[in-house]
């Protein structure tokens, strides 16, 4: 969805070769969620579809406070709600901004079979290319968080951008702009990680023991981040995946079975070529057609024996 | 078409235009297929206007190819059913890799190999349709939850390896046995071919007195 400098890819998808690594100093940039603070107000919402241009179709009310439904080609970012009962019988109303958490190993990324229709950048954002794009929806079935949507209009995959756009020019993302609590933070990931060290601190010392920061190591740590107050069951805001990684189907079909197939393709090939150098076609001979015709002549030849010969 | 005097018929015309479709069909999806498995075959794609166009002509390809393919099952299961004599054709294959067919069990219109690809080729084709649906993007993109199509992917992707194999060793055999190709675009075979190859199926149209494919299929030799 953005101009790109071909010099700050760390992975490029569908490539064989190594994305250049000259650029090695920059810093790894997160985005901070931290839930705890979050009214709902959904300014991010209405931030992201300002700066991205965006506007959803309007969808129909299905009871909740999450307009639209779900994520859509339209929709890069959705406040989710959860209306939870804690142990003591107690409801807590639980927020979460949903959308691209910018995987350190991007389930996307390497599902995607078109080159460069997804880059991972230096700093950390992964991002879809658009035009590279061929709208299979392989990034669909290689995301752990269910996230990047086909568009039925133009056939491209959309999701957060994490506003590359922005932070190449040393802005932050809309969401975290237009945040009125200061729930979004962002800036370096060692930064946003200290930070909310020490929020997570507050939090067990206001009553919630198992607070903690969403930084999942199955797929590498993610650039964007969650403050939750119960870390230890994720699953609560709205199915957050409690130990996220790249499906095992996923690593198999984009892992050992490509350069096994071509193998296997190339040694059927060269088997075939082998048999040809040794064995030889298979040719017709003289005495075929002969003896073919000798048996013919025996069924046509007016005798009485329907036997035929051999 | 005419053919020279005392042939046989191998394959109809019917069976012919059947086939090639298929086989048009097959090599356009292995080309999309392959351009979407590996990156370094992305270039493929080339053959259909870009990777966009290469995706979307793919299912549709696929759906020509399965009910060209369901064309060749009805003419040919019949003659592609097993039996004991296609295990000693098996047994015998080294005879038969070396071109030395004397000894070897007389085949019918079908031999063991050209068993196995009719086979496996008509599991793995109806296999391809009903995974290549679920991971249909563009209809069928939210009918199925995400594990279940991750799971197409990978069926999809294996059975597709399995046909290009089966299919290499179908054009390979093509090309070693002199005159198949020809029994498949002209549609005849000498009796000398026949006999050589196909002794059974030889003899059963000696015996009906047909020219083929089929015995007792009678239709009147050219310039009778």
Known sequence: ????????????????????????????????????????????????????NLRSTVGTFNGTLENPADLDPHTWTLMRFTEHENDKGDLEWLIRKDGCMHCEDPGCLKACPAPGA?????????????????????CVKGCPFNIPRISQVDHKSYKCTLCSDRVAVNLEPACVKACPTGAILFGSKQNMTDWAGERVEDLKSRGFANAGLYDPPGVGGTHVMYVLHHADTPSIYSDL????????????????????????????VVTGFMHWVIAGPNEVQPEDEEAADRIIEGKNAPKSSPELPT | MTR?????????????????????????????????FHPVLYWLSAF???GQWARQSHPWIGVVLLLSYSGLIIQFWRDNLWNMDDVRWMMAIRRVLANDEE??????????????????????????????????????????????????????????????LVWIVHVYAAIWV???????TQGYVTPGWAWRHHRKWFRSLVATGSSGPRPNDVRREAGE
């Open chain 1, 1 to 52: 969805m953005t101009n790109y400098q071909s010099q700050n890819f760390i992975r490029i998808s569908a490539t064989t070769m190594t994305p250049p690594a000259t650029r090695n100093h920059e810093a790894e940039m997160a985005k901070l969620i931290d839930v705890t603070r979050c009214i709902g107000c959904k300014a991010c919402q209405a931030a992201c579809m300002e700066w991205n």
């Open chain 1, 118 to 138: 997804i880059v991972q950048y230096e700093n950390g954002i992964v991002d879809f290319v658009s035009e590279n794009c061929i709208g299979c929806g392989f």
């Open chain 1, 241 to 268: 995946p409690e130990n996220p990684k790249i499906s095992a189907t996923v690593e198999f079909w984009k892992g050992l079975i490509k350069p096994v197939a071509l193998a296997s393709f190339a040694a059927a």
């Open chain 2, 4 to 36: 020279p005097l005392g042939t046989l018929i191998r394959n109809d015309t019917a069976t012919r235009i059947n086939h090639w479709i298929t086989a048009l069909c097959f090599v356009l999806l292995v080309i999309s297929g392959l351009s979407m």
């Open chain 2, 48 to 50: 259909f206007g870009s």
């Open chain 2, 103 to 164: 000894g070897v069990p007389e085949v019918a219109r079908f031999n063991a190999g050209q068993k196995f690809v009719f086979w496996s080729m008509a599991v793995l084709v109806p296999v391809l349709f009903i995974t290549g649906l679920i991971i249909w993007e563009y209809y069928f993109g939210t009918w199925t939850s995400i594990p279940t199509q991750r799971a197409a992917l990978l069926i999809h992707s294996l059975c597709a390896i399995a046909a290009i």
């Open chain 2, 178 to 184: 002199r005159g198949s190709m020809r029994a498949m």
